[in-house]
């Protein structure tokens, strides 16, 4: 009999339609084995749009009230999917309440209570994860198995940018994104979390950082049409310079007004016998160099994705034979509920996500004092 899975989401916005397609399509693609979603309860504040959700999704009730959530004997977990600064609060009381929680980036907006909701969920022996959904890309996968294997040599560097140009319109009004005590940060937290998951993943512990920031438009509209403008907080644009544990070397950066990007999360690692390099603008495919190889004077050649590359195969059963990005959110699912009702490992754990909000912490320090910072040493007890 397959296992019922019953979801409590709090948040009806985009993330929450993003969520409920990787609910239903993991289910779909990977079968009973990883438990059914059940859409129990959704809640927003917004009491229309929680109806209106709830009708459109199939959730069988409805709130405004997120407690209803951590209450509810229905739910098993709870998958916040609010803005920033709501998730510290709702995922404490679902973990205090013995919930299983399953959380988009950040976990907080600091190191501290990041660290607090990791040390809480390892104490409940709960599901915890944190939404790093570029981590589950097969990309991602098979240019750690590369930089695992010895086959790229000793690592010496990792160059990667996350630019999108989302906010160069410098009309757009003030939101939440632009202001600290809602953001945390700016593009480092939106975008630049998203590439230190994967830093993190592939190469590991960052021991220090140097790093600079810059505010490009430093007010905009206090709301759509208004002549009042307000200030902006969070930064447009982090660039850092990152020294890794293992002794290589990170250039990193990024940019919510990156002109002409619209989603140009890339990355390169080089070795002292290869180098591995792939882009989000091309998801299926990894460019690699070996230096031992007999056509290295060709340079770098192309990898095409395939079956045998992370889940690839759960989608395609051939290589060249694309996966979108939509689909890195549902084998992001697919590992909440086979955790679940399997029990089975998984890497995004809040103590993952504690890490990225250290570095984020360390990064922010270091763009003031202009210095460098070194990552928390007292997070080392987090490390995977």
């Known amino acids: 009999m397959t296992k019922k899975v019953n979801i409590g989401m709090v948040g009806a916005g985009w993330m929450c339609k993003a969520h409920v397609n990787a609910y239903t399509t993991a289910f779909r693609l990977y079968g009973e084995k990883i ?33 209803d959530i951590i209450h509810s004997d229905e739910v098993d977990i709870v998958d916040i999917v609010t803005p920033n600064v709501f998730h510290y609060e709702i995922a404490k009381a679902a973990l205090l309440n013995g919930k299983n929680v399953y959380c988009e980036k950040p976990l907080s907006l600091s190191a501290e209570e990041s660290k607090e909701l990791a040390r809480i969920a390892k104490e409940k022996g709960v599901l915890n994860y944190a939404a790093f959904n570029n981590v589950m890309n097969p990309a991602t996968e098979y240019i ?21 140009d989302m906010l160069l319109d410098p009309s757009i009004p003030i939101t939440w994104r632009h202001l600290v005590k809602q953001a945390g940060s700016g593009a480092l937290g939106d975008l630049g979390s998203h590439l230190l998951s994967v830093s993190q993943y592939i190469m590991g512990d960052i021991e220090s950082v140097n790093a600079v920031s810059k505010i490009y438009i430093p007010e905009r509209p206090a709301k759509a049409g208004s002549s009042e403008m307000a200030s902006v907080e969070t930064e447009d644009y982090m660039a850092f310079t990152a020294l890794y544990q293992s002794g290589a070397i990170g250039q990193l950066s990024t940019s919510r007004v990156g002109t002409g990007r619209k989603n140009y999360l890339a990355f390169e690692i080089q070795g002292t016998l290869g180098t591995a390099a792939f882009s989000l603008e091309r998801l299926n495919e990894v460019n690699v160099y070996f230096h031992n190889e007999e056509s290295t004077h060709r340079g770098f050649r192309n990898v095409l994705l395939g079956p045998d590359h992370g889940d690839y195969s759960v989608f395609q059963p051939a290589s060249g034979i694309n996966i979108s990005f939509n689909d890195m959110k549902v084998i992001e699912v697919a590992k909440v509920l086979d955790a679940f009702t399997n029990d089975a490992d998984y890497v995004c754990d809040f103590e993952f996500g504690a890490k990225i909000d250290t570095c984020i912490e360390a990064i922010l320090k270091s763009a003031k004092t202009h210095q460098w910072e070194k990552v928390d040493e007292r997070n080392k007890s987090l490390c995977l």
């Open 35 to 67: 438990g059914e979603p059940v859409f129990k309860i959704i809640m927003d504040v917004n009491e229309h749009a929680s109806r209106e959700i709830a009708k459109k999704f199939g959730f069988e009730k409805s709130t405004t009230d997120w407690m």
């Open 144 to 164: 750690k198995q590369l930089v695992q294997s010895g086959k790229l040599g000793e690592i010496m560097r990792f160059d990667g940018r996350y630019d999108q």
